[in-house]
């Protein structure tokens, strides 16, 4: 069965230093995998998506995320954290198409 | 373009209550569905919807009905709330079922 796990349930930054969220996923066969961002109060937004064209995925905000088949990662990552990245993310592996396995999400605080 | 529309926002029902959540979109998005968040489990699904006339079950579908006469609206039925289905839930859609999918802002509902 295909599953999602996050490997922080809390990350912790200084504003201006690299963020980097962890994901594990496991799938029967190759996945389609997301990042979406939850701000507080709000709906998901969808940062980024790999759907097998490339292995490094660019999305917006200045986020992106590396499939790697061999360690069954999905890493989300940014250069440079700003204050409004502050939020919760969720990877997310698409399932027979029809359906979303989201993981428990990880909660970014990014310090002045 | 309005997206994803949820109604009401928020809700609170006594224990046996029925109440129906609505959903629409404006995006002629054939695939629709519903998730209800609770702390520390990510979003998990109840209830999908691949078009009009066809609904099928996800990951915690009791308790809850659905129904899809149109392809604008996806609105979610508790027949009999208890205090377990106490939780922000959300509608998505998208043009297909696996493409990233656009999130409603979310009703959150408590029951007593």
């Known amino acids: 069965a295909q599953s999602v796990t996050q490997l922080d349930s809390h990350v912790s930054v200084s504003e201006g230093t690299p963020v980097l969220l962890r994901c594990n996923y496991s799938?029967?066969?190759?996945?389609?995998l997301f990042w979406y961002v939850q701000h507080p109060n709000k709906g998901l937004q969808l940062l980024l998506k790999?759907?097998?064209?490339?292995?490094l995925v660019k999305g917006i905000n200045g986020f992106e995320a590396e499939f790697k088949k061999s360690e069954t990662s999905f890493h989300l990552t940014k250069p440079s954290a700003h204050m409004s990245d502050a939020a919760e993310y969720f990877c997310?592996?698409?399932?027979?198409?029809?359906?979303?396995?989201f993981g428990a999400g990880t909660i970014l605080r990014v310090k002045s | 373009n309005a997206g994803v529309t949820q109604t009401p926002k928020f809700q609170v029902l006594k224990t046996g209550q029925s109440m129906t959540l609505q959903c629409a979109q404006d995006?002629?998005?054939?695939?629709m569905s519903w998730y209800r968040q609770d702390p520390g489990m990510g979003l998990r699904l109840i209830h999908y919807?691949?078009?009009?006339?066809?609904?099928d079950q996800g990951e915690v579908p009791n308790g809850y009905n659905v129904s899809r006469s149109t392809t604008e609206d996806f609105p979610l039925r508790l027949l009999s709330a208890a205090p377990s289905q106490t939780s922000v839930y959300f509608c998505?859609?998208?043009?297909?079922?696996?493409?990233?999918?656009?999130f409603g802002d979310g009703t959150r509902l408590s029951i007593l």
């Open positions: 998505a859609s998208s043009l297909k079922g696996g493409q990233p999918q656009h």
């Open positions: 799938s029967s066969y190759s996945p389609s």
């Open positions: 790999y759907t097998s064209a490339a292995t």
């Open positions: 997310v592996v698409s399932v027979n198409g029809n359906k979303l396995v």
């Open positions: 995006m002629n998005h054939e695939y």
């Open positions: 919807s691949v078009g009009a006339g066809i609904t």
